[in-house]
């Protein structure tokens, strides 16, 4: 099972959030049926949404991130959610791109790209949601967190993500470690962080060779401290019936072009990919209600 560990080290002075998420990472791939690149872009905000989510204070509270830097892969969308669930999508999942001087390294950066932006929505249950973006830096995902968080959550932090993709393109290993300061930091825990940060292994070699969260924070910090952990999954609230409400409220000329060219439809959701067919019958269905509504209001204006 994929989770989060999270908790203090150096006094206190740091908050550290580590998770494994290869089995979510592994389904959102399978799903999207991404390529290598595709693949690594997709999970590396997978597991920085895992941490982002499991931050929001109410289970009714929802993050949203966005980032497109208008490279090969398009647009990349993750919701994170307070239990720890997430889902995601992007918008070409068929990139393979490979960096010119080392063709064994996948290039994440170059099939994002920089023109544009990182976006993080957060609806906190309030009339309008919070929103807040920053340029794309590098298009590496980590980098691009720790300028995020720097310039619109004023938390100095260190954000290490990665995925191991295997020869036969399954996920063999993904994750995030972020270290973020807390205001009682001081210049030897910036120092210190730094220095661990400078000859840290890629995340997704660690999280290979340890798996376990916690661990993984206790063998870099001695004194760390969790405070909490948490089990973490790729899910989707979409259903057949949340497509119906749509549908149904579509103009009644394109239902029924649906009805007299397809005989029905059928509904892909862009966030897990998930189909959904509805026959010639539910659609025809549609139609007769929306025509028995504007029936009752001519009748009701008839009358007034």
Not at 27 to 32: I, P, Q
Not at 106 to 121: E, M, S, Y
Not at 133 to 151: C, R, S
């Amino acid at each position: 099972m994929d989770r989060l560990s999270r908790g203090t080290a150096l006094n206190g002075n740091i908050r550290v959030f580590c998770c494994r998420t290869t089995k979510l990472v592994q389904e959102a791939v399978t799903r999207h049926n991404c390529l290598p690149t595709a693949a690594a872009a997709l999970g590396r905000t997978l597991s920085v949404g895992c941490i982002m989510g499991t931050m929001l204070k109410d289970k009714k509270e929802k993050i949203e991130i966005q980032i497109d830097g208008k490279g090969p892969l398009g647009m990349m969308v993750v919701d994170a959610y307070h239990d720890g669930t997430v889902r995601g999508f992007v918008t070409n999942p068929y990139v393979e791109v490979y960096k010119e001087e080392d063709p064994q390294k996948l290039d994440v950066g170059k099939a994002v790209g920089t023109d544009g932006v990182l976006r993080v929505i957060k609806d906190m249950s309030m009339k309008r949601p919070f929103v807040s973006e920053v340029p794309l830096q590098t298009g590496e995902i980590g980098d691009d967190f720790a300028y995020y968080y720097m310039k619109s959550e004023q938390t100095p932090s260190a954000v290490s993500v990665g995925v191991m993709v295997d020869k036969d393109y399954s996920i063999k290993a993904a994750g995030a470690l972020v270290i973020q300061m807390m205001p009682s930091a001081t210049e030897r825990d910036i120092q210190i962080v730094e220095e661990i940060v400078a000859n840290l292994k890629p995340v997704s070699q660690i999280i290979d060779e340890m798996k376990d969260p916690a661990e993984i924070v206790k063998a870099i910090f001695d004194d760390y401290q969790e405070l909490a952990c948490q089990e973490l999954s790729f899910k989707c609230e979409c259903n057949k019936g949340k497509f119906a409400i749509v549908l149904s409220r579509l103009p009644k000329e394109d239902l029924q072009e649906m009805i007299d060219e397809d005989h029905g439809c059928e509904v892909i959701c862009k966030f897990c990919n998930t189909k959904y067919h509805y026959d010639e019958g539910t659609l025809q269905g549609f139609v007769n209600a929306q025509i028995a509504h504007e029936k009752q209001q001519r009748e009701a204006a008839g009358k007034a």
